[in-house]
């Protein structure tokens, strides 16, 4: 990873916007939860398996929030016009050939 800035023209409203994002998702959470959600996921499993459960309430219930999560960010980053390199580019796309520096 490097420490090159962010290639973006705002680049603090960028950050400040995901920020905004995750408390977003952190919000979905706890709504999920005082709406009975999780209590709900346990009560359909027998309670020898209620961590099990729990789990799969919190998979299903946090599915559509970071669906959300992930249409936001992209919207955001096409607002903003954010560019430059995802860390996953060097896992998939192909190595660019080094170049050979002058003597």
Do not use: C
């Not at 408390?23 to 999780?38: D, I, K, N, Q, Y």
């Not at 299903?60 to 929030?65: F, I």
């Amino acid at each position: 990873m490097s420490n090159k800035p962010l290639d973006t023209p705002f680049p603090r409203l960028y950050l400040f916007a995901t920020g905004i994002g995750f408390a977003g998702l952190v919000a979905w959470f706890f709504l999920g939860r005082e709406l009975g959600v999780l209590d709900w996921a346990v009560t359909l499993v027998p309670d020898s398996h209620a961590g099990a459960g729990l789990m799969l309430g919190i998979m299903l219930m946090m599915l559509p929030g970071f669906l959300l999560w992930k249409l936001y960010n992209r919207w955001i980053e096409r607002t903003l016009r954010v560019r430059g390199k995802f860390i996953e580019d060097d896992v998939y796309l192909p190595k660019e050939p080094k170049q050979k520096k002058p003597d």
